[in-house]
């Protein structure tokens, strides 16, 4: 699209602006420029019809604002001001439908004009004083279909105090254009690094969250019940698996239950524990009659030379450099399917 923007009133002059709170004219020009950087990025040609001075008149201003547009046939012209005279708010103003021939191009500038409108009051919070037909002269002679915003009001503290011009100029550029100007945050973090909220990692379905940031992952655990937090890599890592705790653990008094071995098998690895502690033992299951031998507390690793797995656990195992005693520790909760650290 070829745009015309035109920041309104000479900086020095005929045609200089009013003086409220701020100065209209300078303000016409931040958001202008900023208007104009955003639509030349979206690939479109904007015209610059703004004239900032050396004029003869009033008049002479606003005629080479117009004859600049229409000697370069843009598609759409829109004067942007500021408001004053008492009062708050955003108003867009078109050329009465008896300016336009073709009532259709009536219609299509006015949705465009409210369009502009509705976006810059919403974007900073100004009260709507909505669409507005008025034949003022940039509007009027301009062959283009053409809206002159006021954004709000420059003698108003209070519209001052709402006033950011980027949200201004995304809201001319999208009423303009129709297009989406908002900013796009990169994501700084990947997918790979969130929380997620399940019942158990193997239970995808159950996700009801994943966050970047842990407390919030904790929070939305908090809030319902059978639910942990789990890394990325499916380690729980909340809340803390208290089954190998070494103060809340439940010994079995018979050697009855001991555990099923379904599996065993030598393999090296590094495992880092990631709960607030797990216990080892000489053999792999839980009993009173398989006394602790020690604990490995979260963020300690260490490396491991064979894996056992029963019925309830996965069993990492290594032979301790200080006694030369084969240790047996659960890693894995198999029956809950939680992990207590992770294997590299
Ligand atoms: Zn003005």
């Known amino acids: 699209m070829k745009i015309g923007i035109d920041m309104g009133h000479c900086l020095t002059g005929y045609d200089t602006s009013a003086r409220g709170v701020f100065v209209e004219s ?10 104009i950087q955003k639509l030349k990025e979206k690939g479109h040609t904007v015209i610059n019809c703004t004239i900032d001075g050396g004029v003869s008149s009033m008049y002479d201003s606003l005629a080479r604002r117009v004859k600049i547009a229409n000697e370069n046939n843009v598609d759409i012209f829109c004067s942007i001001h500021f408001n004053a005279g008492g009062g708050e708010g955003t108003e867009t103003y078109l050329a009465n ?3 336009f021939i073709n009532q259709e191009y009536y219609k299509k500038n006015y949705a465009i004009a409210k369009s502009i409108n509705d976006k810059v009051a919403a974007s900073c919070g100004f009260v709507n004083r909505g669409v507005k037909h008025e034949d003022f002269y940039v509007i009027y002679h301009t062959k283009a279909i053409a809206v002159l915003v006021e954004v709000c009001f420059c003698d108003s503290k209070s519209d001052f105090a709402k006033l950011d011009t980027d949200k201004v100029a995304i809201a001319i550029c999208e009423g303009l254009t129709g297009e989406d100007y908002s900013v796009k945050i990169p994501k700084v973090e990947t997918t790979d690094n969130l929380y997620r909220v399940r019942k158990s990692w193997s239970d ?12 919030n992952a904790k929070k939305e655990c908090d809030s319902r019940s059978g639910y942990s937090v789990f890394d990325k890599n499916g380690v729980k890592v909340y809340p803390i698996a208290k089954a190998e705790n070494p103060k809340n653990e439940t010994i079995p008094n018979s050697s009855n239950s001991k555990e099923k071995i379904i ?9 880092t524990c990631t ?11 839980v009993g009173s009659d398989n006394p602790i031998q020690g604990q490995y507390y979260r963020g300690e690793q260490v490396y491991y030379d064979y894996v056992v797995i029963t019925d309830k656990y996965v069993w990492i195992s290594w032979i301790s450099a200080i006694t030369g005693v084969r240790r047996y520790m659960p890693i894995t909760d198999r029956i809950k399917n939680e992990k207590w650290g992770y294997v590299v």
Do not use: H, M, T
Request: hydrophobic share 35%; charged share 30%.
């Open 204 to 215: 995808v379905k159950s996700q009801i969250g994943a966050y970047r940031i842990l407390e």
């Open 263 to 271: 599996k065993e098998y030598s393999e090296k690895g590094l495992f």
């Open 275 to 285: 709960v607030d502690a797990i216990n080892f033992r000489n053999k792999p299951y």
């Open 26 to 35: 300078e303000y016409n020009r931040i958001v202008g420029k900023k208007v």
């Open 97 to 99: 439908p008896s300016a």
